[in-house]
Nanobody, 116 residues
Framework: QVQLVESGGGLVQAGGSLRLSCASS????????MGWYRQAPGKERELIAF???????NYADSVKGRFTISRDNAKNTVYLQMNSLKPEDTAVYSC??????????WGQGTQVTVSS
């Protein structure tokens, strides 16, 4: 059973930056993909970025050009660098992993609040 633990959330002013980390208890090298989701109050959870085993990345239009997902297989950690943050980026951000059978694993989430 893989456990994911997010960190790095917090309160930041609009225009600022944060880097989220997702540390895995197991190897992420074997995971088919690692991703970041977010859920704002009253809204559905949305996939905002993911990175495949091969290193390909994909982003939601809402964060493209501002957020960058990366992975460090040696540290079993995935990162989400968030720049030019906006108040509408306020949400709980959760890390997700999918193994070779496409089974999902989730972290507990970390709160990101962007003040205007």
């Amino acid at each position: 059973q893989v456990q994911l633990v997010e960190s790095g959330g917090g309160l930041v002013q609009a225009g600022g930056s944060l880097r989220l980390s997702c540390a895995s208890s197991g190897s992420i090298f074997s995971m088919n993909s690692m991703g970041w989701y977010r859920q704002a109050p009253g809204k559905e959870r949305e996939l905002i970025a993911f990175i495949t085993k091969g290193g390909s990345t994909n982003y939601a239009d809402s964060v493209k050009g501002r957020f960058t997902i990366s992975r460090d297989n040696a540290k079993n950690t995935v990162y989400l660098q968030m720049n030019s943050l906006k108040p509408e980026d306020t949400a709980v951000y959760s890390c997700n992993a999918r193994d070779h059978e496409n089974r999902p694993y989730w972290g507990q989430g970390t709160q990101v609040t962007v003040s205007s």
